[in-house]
T-cell receptor, first 113, second 113 residues
Framework: AQSVTQPDIHITVSEGASLELRCNYSYGATPYLFWYVQSPGQGLQLLLKYFSGDTLVQGIKGFEAEFKRSQSSFNLRKPSVHWSDAAEYFCAVASRNNNDMRFGAGTRLTVKP | EAQVTQNPRYLITVTGKKLTVTCSQNMNHEYMSWYRQDPGLGLRQIYYSMNVEVTDKGDVPEGYKVSRKEKRNFPLILESPSPNQTSLYFC????????????FGPGTRLTVL
């Protein structure tokens, strides 16, 4: 069965600094990959997704992620973090029938002024 | 507005008192799912439904029941809640197909005393 690992439980960055959140997955074939963001007290909002094609995926709010098959990774990046980006970020993987989505444990992002 | 709604948003109850958390979507999605979110564990799937009268177990179904009598509704039933079911619950829906993202409700925070 597929699984997702987010190695960083909590990350703190300064406003304006660049950000990279790590995600590694385990799956027998190429899965569908997602990044969701959860602001405090809110539900999950999709930032971006990868299904096929270009391995560099652009999302909302200036985020991007790169699928690296050789490293089984799908890291999320943003060149310049804003205070409003403080939230919890979840990487998720779904099988090709897309019915059994699995989430990582999440990475909580704190943004320092 | 396209959305997934959950009720109640907050619930405190006692061990053994049956409860139902409702979930409704207005997007005519075939697929609906329930997750629980616990610190350090991310989201784990409880049950999912691919269409009316079709439900299946996720990763953590013990202690829960679901039903799918109508396309728009997918209630989560706890027949005899226990303290280990204290959690944040999310309902999600998507169009059935290979490349569709899940849309999440706002969450229901349940405390079982």
């Amino acid at each position: 069965a597929q699984s997702v690992t987010q190695p960083d439980i909590h990350i703190t960055v300064s406003e304006g600094a660049s950000l990279e959140l790590r995600c590694n997955y385990s799956y027998g074939a190429t899965p569908y990959l997602f990044w969701y963001v959860q602001s405090p007290g809110q539900g999950l909002q999709l930032l971006l997704k990868y299904f096929s094609g270009d391995t560099l995926v652009q999302g909302i709010k200036g985020f991007e992620a790169e699928f690296k098959r050789s490293q089984s990774s799908f890291n999320l990046r943003k060149p310049s973090v804003h205070w409003s980006d403080a939230a919890e970020y979840f990487c998720a993987v779904a099988s090709r029938n897309n019915n059994d989505m699995r989430f990582g444990a999440g990475t909580r992002l704190t943004v320092k002024p | 507005e396209a959305q997934v709604t959950q009720n109640p948003r907050y619930l405190i109850t006692v061990t053994g008192k049956k409860l139902t958390v409702t979930c409704s979507q207005n997007m005519n999605h075939e697929y609906m799912s329930w997750y629980r979110q616990d610190p350090g564990l991310g989201l784990r799937q409880i049950y999912y439904s691919m269409n009316v009268e079709v439900t299946d177990k996720g990763d953590v179904p013990e202690g829960y029941k679901v039903s799918r009598k109508e396309k728009r509704n997918f209630p989560l039933i706890l027949e005899s809640p226990s303290p280990n079911q204290t959690s944040l619950y999310f309902c999600a829906s998507k169009r059935q197909g290979k490349v569709n993202e899940q849309f999440f409700g706002p969450g229901t925070r349940l405390t079982v005393l």
